[in-house]
């Protein structure tokens, strides 16, 4: 199982803050995971488009989209970042 | 703790004071205070609201500190950043840093700045006449991160 954490926009436009998630066994990396939650259609299809500025985390560290995901891993997406 | 997330107010004077208590060897403190403003993008601001990914928040702050302090000459770095319901005049974000002397203290505290705004995972969201909005990321923040590559 892996949890899969939305923040900000893309908590509200998903509508959920975070959810546990069997991987099917290619499923490799954060691209891979992104492109599968697309499939959901709607609002997923949407937010998480391709050339939307969407940023991701593994194990919160900031992770590119080869980052390999594991079993027990926590991976986040967020969008741009606006503190301070 | 050196990095601190928290809802309530800072006393900016005290914090300082706790920083370089009993440590002579300071010469130099910078620091630097964010605070909310009443206008962005061209329409009013009532109210901010800041949501931040625990755990990731603390993590990416203390890395940008201790990369400030392989950088810079300084002695010890403060990171205060405020979260929750926010109103124009509030205080948002202390940094502050010591140091010997002055230059490596302020390349410091505004490297620790910048890249805060462009790594550390918070998101402001904004209320307006028009209703509320998520604040987009400005290029300038970018840009501004970007130029510590360069120098140095």
Not at chain 1, 31 to 53: H, I, Q, S
Not at chain 1, 71 to 82: H, I, K, L, R
Not at chain 2, 118 to 139: D, H, M, Q
Request: hydrophobic content about 45%.
């Amino acid at each position: 199982m892996v949890t899969v954490v939305y923040c900000a926009r893309l908590r509200e436009s998903l509508g959920k803050a975070s959810e546990q998630l069997a991987l099917p066994p290619e499923l490799r990396d954060v691209t891979a995971l992104r492109a599968w939650l697309r499939k959901r259609g709607g609002p997923w299809a949407e937010e998480l488009a391709d050339g939307k500025p969407v940023r991701a985390a593994v194990n919160q560290e900031v992770a590119h989209g080869d980052a390999v995901i594991k079993d027990g891993d926590e991976v986040a997406f967020f969008p741009p970042v606006t503190g301070g | 703790m050196p990095v601190r997330i928290q809802s309530e107010d800072f006393d900016a004077g005290r914090e300082i004071a706790a920083l370089r208590q009993g440590d002579a060897r300071i010469g130099a403190i910078a620091s630097f205070i964010g605070v909310v403003r009443d206008a962005n993008d061209g329409d009013r601001v009532a109210e901010l609201t800041l949501e931040h990914y625990p755990g990731m928040t603390e993590k990416s702050i203390t890395e940008i500190v201790d990369q400030a302090k392989a950088r810079w000459n300084v002695f010890e770095a403060l990171v205060i950043h405020r979260v929750g319901q926010l109103k124009p005049l509030d205080q948002i974000v202390l940094v502050a840093v010591t140091g010997a002397h002055r230059g490596d203290a302020f390349a410091a505290c505004e490297f620790i700045m910048d890249y805060l705004k462009t790594r550390a995972p918070f998101w402001k969201k904004e209320s307006t006449p028009l209703g509320s909005r998520w604040v987009e990321a400005r290029a300038s923040d970018d840009i501004a991160a970007e130029r510590w590559r360069l120098k140095g």
